[in-house]
C-alpha cells in the first residue's frame, strides 16, 4: 500500500514536472519571439532565410573566419590582404588584395562613368564598401549639374593598418598602373598616430608600416613568433572553429528559444576571440632577442622617441603625405578631400551611454593615449594642409549629436548607424566643398 502510494506520489511529481517544463519552455519560446522581434523587426518565423552568415544579427566586425593572419608581404605597398573571398555579397578580396566587386587597375568601359577613389585604414575601407552598398556619396555628388548624369564607381584603395605614406605611395602607384581617378577620398588619421606611436615604442622608424602587421611577417618568415603569442593563435584558432560551427547552427534553428541560446554563445565566442586577440596583438610586436638573421630589412630608431618629437614627426608625415597627394591629383585637376576621421578616444561633447562604454572602451587599450595625445598634434598642421590648398575636413565631432551607439569595437570601428552618419558628412562636405568651387570659377 505505502509502495503504492509513493508511486502516485511521484508520478504526480513528474506530471508537475513536466507541466513546469513545458511551461517554461513555451514562456521561454514566447520571450525569444520578443527579443528576436526587437532585434531583427520581424517574426521569427515568417522571418527572411539568411543565406550570409554576417546578417545573422552577431556582431562578427574584425572576426577573421579563414585565417589569423592574413597580411602578405608586398614588395611596393608594405603588406597587402591575401587575394580570396569576402563574406559580403558582391565583394572580394581582388588582385592587390582590396575589398571590392572589381580587380585593378580598373579601365572605363563607359564615357560617363566617374571613378571614386577611397584611401586609407580600415575605417576607410568600411567606408568605401557602405558607399558601395548604399551610394550616398553619388547621391550627394548626382546634385552638381555636371555629374547628374554620371554613373559612379566606387574603388576602395585602403586597407586595415595603412598609415602614411602608404596611402601616397599606393596612389601614385596605380597612377603609373594607369588607374583613373575623378576624385579622391582620404580617410585616415587614427592609424598614422595609433600604430606609429607602437612603431616608436618598438624602436621602428615611424614611416615604417604598421609593427602590428609587419612584425607578425618577418616573426613568421623567420620562425619566431613569442610562447605567447603562439598560445593566443591556438585559442584564437579553437575560437574561430567553434563561432563557425555555432553560426552554422544558428542558421538552422526552428525555434525562436534555439536562436536566441545560440546567438548568446556565439557572441560570448566573438567576445572571447577578441580578447585573445588582443592578447596576440601585444605579444606579436614584441620583437624577439636575436634577430639578426631576419630575411627581412626594417629601418629601426636606436632609441625610442620621447613624445613630444614622436608625435610632432608623426603629424608632419601626415600632413606632407596629404600635401602631396594633393599635388599629384592636382596636376590632373582630380579633387582631392582629406577626412580626419573621428574616434572615441579623443573627448569631445558626445555623450556614451553604459551600453556603448563597455563596447567602446578598453582601459587596456595601446591607441587611447595616441590619440588623446596625437589629435591635436594633427589639428596643428591644418594651417599648413590649408595653405597648400587642400579640402581638409575635420570629422571628429560628426556623432556628438547622436545619442544611439555608433561603436563596434574598442579600436576605431562604426557600426551601421555609424556609418550612416560619417557617410552622410562625407557626402555632405564634399557637395559642399565642390560647389564653392564651382562659385569662385564663375567670379
Not at 31 to 38: C, D, E, T
Not at 124 to 129: D, F, I, L, R
Not at 134 to 142: A, M, W
Not at 262 to 291: A, G, W
Request: glycine share 6%; proline share 4%.
Amino acid at each position: 500500500m505505502k509502495d503504492l502510494k509513493a508511486l502516485k506520489k511521484g508520478q504526480e511529481f513528474l506530471k508537475i514536472a513536466l507541466i513546469n517544463l513545458a511551461l517554461l519552455l513555451v514562456f521561454l519560446e514566447l520571450g525569444s519571439l520578443g527579443w528576436y522581434f526587437v532585434k531583427h523587426k520581424q517574426f521569427f518565423y515568417t522571418r527572411e532565410k539568411v543565406q550570409n552568415k554576417s546578417d545573422l544579427g552577431i556582431n562578427l566586425e574584425g572576426v577573421r573566419l579563414n585565417q589569423s593572419i592574413v597580411e602578405r608581404f608586398h614588395p611596393f605597398l608594405g603588406f597587402i590582404q591575401q587575394p580570396g573571398p569576402d563574406f559580403r555579397p558582391g565583394f572580394k578580396i581582388n588582385n592587390y588584395g582590396f575589398i571590392s566587386p572589381y580587380d585593378y587597375p580598373l579601365k572605363k568601359t563607359k564615357k560617363n562613368q566617374f571613378i571614386v577613389g577611397v584611401f586609407g585604414g580600415s575605417v576607410a575601407s568600411n567606408y568605401a564598401v557602405f558607399e558601395v552598398q548604399n551610394k550616398i556619396l553619388p547621391q550627394y555628388l548626382k546634385q552638381l549639374p555636371g555629374l547628374k548624369d554620371k554613373e559612379f564607381v566606387i574603388l576602395s584603395f585602403a586597407t586595415g593598418g595603412y598609415k602614411q605614406p602608404q596611402q601616397l605611395l599606393i596612389l601614385n602607384y596605380f597612377l603609373a598602373l594607369g588607374q583613373e581617378l575623378d576624385l579622391v577620398v582620404n580617410i585616415d588619421g587614427f592609424n598614422e598616430v595609433a600604430l606609429s606611436n607602437l612603431n616608436n615604442k618598438n624602436q621602428i622608424d615611424l614611416a615604417m608600416p604598421s609593427i602590428q602587421h609587419i612584425l607578425p611577417l618577418t616573426s613568421l618568415a623567420n620562425n619566431s613568433l613569442s610562447t605567447k603569442a603562439m598560445k593566443a593563435t591556438i585559442r584564437i584558432r579553437e575560437n574561430k572553429a567553434r563561432i563557425s560551427q555555432g553560426l552554422e547552427s544558428l542558421q538552422h534553428c526552428y525555434l525562436a528559444a534555439c536562436d536566441a541560446l545560440t546567438s548568446v554563445y556565439v557572441q560570448n565566442l566573438v567576445n572571447n576571440y577578441k580578447t585573445d586577440v588582443i592578447k596576440f596583438e601585444k605579444e606579436r610586436t614584441k620583437q624577439q632577442k636575436n634577430d639578426s638573421g631576419s630575411v627581412i630589412y626594417i629601418n629601426t630608431n636606436k632609441s625610442v622617441l620621447q613624445d613630444s618629437l614622436a608625435f610632432e614627426e608623426m603629424a608632419w608625415n601626415w600632413a606632407k603625405s596629404s600635401i602631396f597627394m594633393h599635388k599629384v591629383l592636382s596636376a590632373s585637376n582630380v579633387p582631392y578631400f582629406h577626412i580626419l576621421q573621428p574616434n572615441q578616444y579623443y573627448q569631445t561633447k558626445r555623450v556614451f551611454g553604459e551600453a556603448e562604454k563597455q563596447i567602446a572602451f578598453n582601459k587596456e587599450s595601446p591607441y587611447a593615449k595616441s590619440v588623446q595625445i596625437g589629435y591635436p598634434a594633427l589639428f596643428k598642421k591644418f594651417p599648413n594642409l590649408e595653405k597648400n590648398n587642400i579640402n581638409i575636413l575635420n570629422a571628429v565631432k560628426v556623432f556628438d549629436r547622436t545619442k544611439d551607439a555608433v561603436y563596434v569595437d574598442t579600436c576605431c570601428h562604426y557600426n551601421q548607424a555609424g556609418e550612416v552618419i560619417f557617410s552622410d558628412y562625407v557626402g555632405r562636405s564634399i557637395l559642399e566643398a565642390l560647389r564653392k568651387d564651382e562659385r569662385n570659377k564663375k567670379k
